[in-house]
Each structure stands twice: as C-alpha cells, then as structure tokens.
C-alpha cells in the first residue's frame, strides 16, 4: 500500500481529507513541525507528501526547504488558495512542488494523488476495496514512541496481525486516537516532554478514551521505575525489546479480556 504523509492542522477539512484518502492508502498525520516531519519522513517513508495551506502564514516554512533539499525524490501536493501558495511560490518551479487550489473535490485530489503515484484510479479502488475485505476484524493497536526504530521493530512485530498506527510523542498520539479509536495502545513510558504517565493521564480525562486499555513499553528494569508503572494501573507493561511471542499473547489476552 502507498504510503502518504498528511502535514497540516487538525481541523474538520483536514480530517475529511485524511477520512478519504485512508481508504486508499497508508495515511500517517504530521504536524507542521520541521523537527517532527524529519522524523516521521524516515520513520514513515512516505511515497507522497500532502500539504493544507489552511494558515499558510503560520506553518513553518522550513518545511519546504526541508522536502526540497533533503527529499526531492519525494512528490510533494499542496491544497490552497492561490494566495496561500504564493508564500511558498519558489518551490513549485521544479516539479517536485504542485499546488491544488482550494475548495477541491476528493475526487481531484485522489486524481492528483495517483498521477503523482503514477497509479490507476480504477486500479486503487480494486485493491483498496480487497484489503477493506481482507482486514475486516483486525484490531487497531495505537505504538506509542519517541523512538523511530523502536517504532518500526514494533510495527514489524504487529502489522500481521493488527491494524497498526504510529505516534512520536504523547500530542500526536491524542490526536490520533481522536482520529480513529484505537482497541489497545501500547505506550513508551520513558518520552520527553510528555511521557507515559502524562499521556496516560489525559487518556483517562477523556470520556471517550479512558477505557482504552494501555501498555506501558519501559527500557529501565529496576524496581523503583517498575513499581512506579505499576502504581499507575496499566493493562500490562513490556521491558523493551519485548519477545514477540509473549507479546501477541498478552496483547491477546487483553483484547479478549475486554
């Protein structure tokens, strides 16, 4: 599946637009953050990045400097009015850069989207329709991670048998459980800025979200840090790296349990 990298503020248009391209392809939410998007762009891997121009004046244009010297492989779709694409204007000249202009259709943007793929429309419905009926049932398990390789080894460990989504810090991670509920997350203890138990928290604040089981993931094996995990009630914790086969057991027994 094509994987595509959504960059912009999370508001109803951008939510629409990631509601309907998720049917298509891998879509992963980035914030308008340089630091965050060099992570996500080697964490992800991206075949495509899409930009909303909704607050133009506020993103971080570092951003595009960023795409077009590090990642000028990658092609990179804009959605805006032409003023707001106009502050980026010297980036479109070289073909990487191609703006939409706002109000779109979705069906302009997936047009876009697979001609920048160099994919058929017909042929990415045919497939997405397969895997719509091939992956009915799959839990959703939400990795939680400031660490771009333990995401992937723990994506590598899942993606069999879940439906698998990924987050760099406790803020993207609330952002991606508003977006689409997740059956079990599974949670770095040890992040900056926000850590486990400050994401924990605003889990549990949420009447939406706090009978969400979680499992804490930890790289400290001492008894303190053990029993301050413990002290917070987690479905279950996990020393990093944890075995697979133990942990699809207890993943599974959580899921059963509720």
Known sequence: ????????????????????LSQYF????????????????????????LISLIGAYDIDTSIFFLLNNSYSQIPVLTIGTKEESSTFFKYYEDGQFENLIRPVENSAIMGAVCRRLCIDIEEAEQEAAGRKQKASGKKRILVVDDNGTALRTMKAMLED??????AVSGAQAMTSIGRQRPDLILLDYEMPVCDGRMTLEMIRADEEMKDIPVVFLTAINDRANIEAVLKLKPAGYFL???VKDHLLGEIEKILHAE
Do not use: W
């Not at 599946?1 to 309907?20: A, D, P, Q, W, Y």
């Open 1 to 20: 599946m094509k994987k595509i990298l959504l960059i912009g503020k999370l508001n109803s248009v951008l939510k629409e637009t990631n509601h309907f």
């Open 26 to 49: 891998h879509v992963q939410l980035c914030s308008e953050n340089a630091g965050v998007l060099e992570g996500m762009l080697k964490i992800v891997n991206p075949d495509l990045v």
């Open 161 to 166: 048998r879940y439906d698998v989504a990924l």
């Open 240 to 242: 990093k790296p944890p």
